[in-house]
């Protein structure tokens, strides 16, 4: 049985069929997730739609559309290192007149951006092979490194991932060559990205001991940086991507537990009202169902739907009623689950929302094989 997600590229993760809510923040902070992180990651499918199908719970991933969306309203997870960064490039502001070489380049930047986050992703790259051209005959050296970034989570949101990673190799080497280190936060949120692109293209190994040196090395900063929140938000996306990889192995227990510490790092940056909380918790309660542990379940689940309503999120709220059906279906009882998920499927078809109705449907066809069988 399938739980969905809300994830991508940026934040995915398997479970058994509940769909996923996914991450998204994007933007210029180092969280920006271009998913994500969470997500996900979305031609409206998860990339793990294949894993998925073995498995339906909604997991921990919103489809690629929505954490595209959730992207560009929470702050958080990929596009670039940080919003500050790209305006402090060349110590100017945006009050200054975009005559020179400098103004362009950024002006450039900023609709390259704009572009990613209306996935025009064939304009967006001409846009940054430009910039990056205006960058080198400046000879600007951030400016480089920041156009590189640029596209190889381009490259990562197309889910080119040799390539993202090719890019973010450079990206690293500039970096060092700068003076940065394995501590510095630039170069830990890169090889977290790195980690989770080698999980989904199935390294697990990997991925596991990408994401094991990378945690080890933001605790050890959190240490002596223990109230910077950007630190505090990668460690919190990369135990989320961790907690995805461990689900896929099945270890539902220490998948849960990180998923639960993921969110507190969440909320002691932005508070438990963001996208992101609604991808955590729909997290947390597909690894209490593979445990199940129903009432976890649902308690979880029902946070979420309850952040989801506050936010006025229409396309994570359908999918979490189908989840929550799904959920009552795995419980025997039959006529709830139906009335969860017929509420599901009437929230997607008002909303045209296809991942809801997919997943409802879905929900709807379990329960009628259950019923005859």
Avoid at 73 to 102: C, H, I, K, Q, W
């Amino acid at each position: 049985m399938n739980f969905r997600n809300f994830c991508k590229a940026t934040q995915a993760i398997v479970v058994s069929r509940l769909r996923v809510v996914r991450m998204q923040h994007a933007g210029l902070s180092v969280n920006t997730n271009v998913a994500v992180n969470c997500n996900i990651n979305r031609s409206n499918r998860n990339q793990w739609g294949k894993q998925q199908q073995q498995q339906r719970l909604l997991s921990v991933c919103p489809t690629q559309h929505q954490q595209r969306q959730h992207e560009k309203s929470v702050p958080g997870t990929g596009l670039v290192f940080t919003t500050a960064f790209m305006f402090n490039l060349f110590g100017r502001s945006d009050e200054e007149e975009e005559e020179t070489p400098e103004q362009k380049l950024l002006l450039t930047i900023k609709r390259s951006i704009l572009c990613i986050q209306r996935e025009q992703y064939d304009k967006a790259e001409q846009m940054l092979h430009l910039s990056l051209r205006m960058a080198q005959d400046m000879q600007s050296k951030d400016g480089i490194t920041y156009v590189y970034d640029l596209m190889a989570n381009l490259a990562m949101e197309r889910e080119q991932f040799k390539k993202a990673e090719k890019i973010f190799a450079d990206v690293m080497k500039r970096l060092f060559a700068d003076g940065h280190t394995e501590e510095s936060p630039k170069i830990l949120h890169i090889s977290s990205k790195i980690a989770h692109m080698s999980q989904l293209q199935g390294d697990l190994e990997k991925a596991y001991q990408g994401f094991t040196w990378t945690l080890a090395r933001i605790a050890a900063l959190l240490e002596k940086v223990p109230h910077d929140k950007d630190v505090q938000e990668l460690y919190g996306l990369t135990k989320n991507w961790f907690g995805q990889l461990l689900m896929k192995q099945g270890r539902y227990t220490e998948a849960k537990n990180l998923f639960k510490e993921a969110f507190e790092c969440l909320i002691e940056v932005y508070g438990a009202v963001n996208d992101a909380s609604v991808t955590i918790l729909n997290n947390i309660s597909v690894a209490y169902v593979n445990l199940e542990n129903y009432a976890e379940a649902k308690e979880h689940l029902l946070h979420a739907m309850d952040i989801a309503k506050e936010l006025k999120d229409v396309t994570q709220e359908g999918i979490l009623q189908a989840n929550l059906g799904l959920i009552y279906l795995r419980e025997g009882l039959l006529q709830q689950a139906q009335d969860a998920c017929k509420q599901a499927w009437q929230m997607g078809k008002k909303h045209q929302n296809l991942d809801a109705v997919e997943q409802a449907e879905y929900c709807l066809n379990e329960i009628k094989s259950s019923m005859k069988g």
